[in-house]
């Protein structure tokens, strides 16, 4: 076993619990509604909410999770600074990709019904395929749906040529997974190029591109570039994860007129986000090095 996963795995549940507690809201759809509500009052920030949980392999979990995400679209009504984030791992694609396609309309619907935007989350490369798929047949037929590109994987630039004849909202990010050398580049600076220059893609291919990172200069670099090309406050936004600390350049970028979302992750048990945090710092270890710099500085 990797020695990482395995310090991760022993890591005790109160522990990643403690490291957790900044990034996720709390316990139960409400916490994350409460969140939402307070940091779009207290500074205009809108939210993406998302529920924490390990992959879903049973039926009757896969069910569970898609109510709790009915119960999402229901209750953010009449929220418009806050939207939704699902990954297929959690809502079915491990029963086959028409059952969890199935299980995506339902949620997409019942949101667009009230309004509100649903994000499909990219995880690792194996999944990149089968997300876009579910991606387009979802963007066929709803206007409130859009999804993740990674700019550390190679394939991401024919993603964006062949997205959709429509325009999408698509989240670009760096990406959390690491991948392999031969279908991944490597190295952040590389990662980082890469994003700023899909956003210009994705622009050019009449899409939205909601930049996701929490990178500063890149993020100067990117409000330099939409500034001189003249692009409206709403044909982009900026997104960051809850609990990183980046006030400062939040704060301007509310102020200048744009969106600037944070992804909000909740949990039904606490066990599923220690689990998830788990995964999460076995599948990126600087994770813990940027919560420890993040609370006791450089
Ligand atoms: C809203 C949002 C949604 C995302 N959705 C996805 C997704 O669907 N699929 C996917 O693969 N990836 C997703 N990511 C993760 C993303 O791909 C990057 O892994 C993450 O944002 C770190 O990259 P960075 O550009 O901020 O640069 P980095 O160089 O990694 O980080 C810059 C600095 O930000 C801080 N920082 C970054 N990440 C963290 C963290 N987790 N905890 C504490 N501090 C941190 C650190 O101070 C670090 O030095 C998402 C990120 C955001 C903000």
Same mark, same amino acid.
């Given at each position: 076993m990797d020695i990482k996963r395995a310090i991760v795995d022993l890591a005790p549940g109160p522990v990643v619990r403690a490291f957790a507690a900044p990034y996720v809201a709390g316990k139960g759809i409400e916490s994350g509604i409460r969140k939402a509500d307070e940091i779009w009052k207290a500074n205009g920030l809108s939210s993406t909410l998302d529920l924490l949980g390990e992959e879903v392999f049973r039926r009757e979990d896969v069910e569970a999770t898609v109510a709790t995400y009915f119960g999402m679209a229901d209750q953010v009504r009449?929220? @418009?600074y806050v939207s939704i984030s699902c990954k297929p791992t959690q809502l079915g694609i491990h029963e086959s990709e028409a059952y969890c396609l199935e299980n995506m309309r339902q949620i997409v619907g019942r949101a667009a019904a009230q309004g509100t935007r649903v994000t499909v989350d990219m995880e690792d490369h194996t999944f990149t395929d089968v997300t876009l798929r579910l991606y387009k047949a979802l963007r066929d037929e709803f206007d409130n749906v859009g999804t993740v590109l990674q700019?550390?994987?190679?394939?991401t630039k024919a993603d964006i040529e062949t997205l959709h004849a429509k325009p999408c909202r698509v989240r670009i990010c760096i990406g959390i997974y690491r991948e392999p050398k031969a279908i991944a580049h490597q190295d952040k600076p590389a990662m980082k190029d890469k994003l700023f220059d899909y956003v210009q893609l994705l622009l050019d291919k009449g899409h939205v591109p909601e930049i996701a990172t929490h990178d500063e200069p890149l993020i100067e670099r990117c409000l330099e570039y939409l500034d001189k090309r003249g692009? @409206?406050?709403?044909a982009y936004e900026f997104q960051m994860l809850l609990g990183v600390p980046r006030q400062q350049v939040q704060r301007r970028i509310v102020e200048r007129g744009l969106v600037m979302r944070l992804y909000v992750p909740f949990a039904e048990e606490w066990k599923y986000a220690v689990a998830y945090c788990k995964r999460r710092l076995a599948a990126n270890p600087m994770m813990g090095a940027y919560v420890m710099k993040n609370l006791f500085g450089h």
């Open positions: 009449q929220r @418009p700019s550390r994987l190679f394939r692009c @409206p406050n709403d």
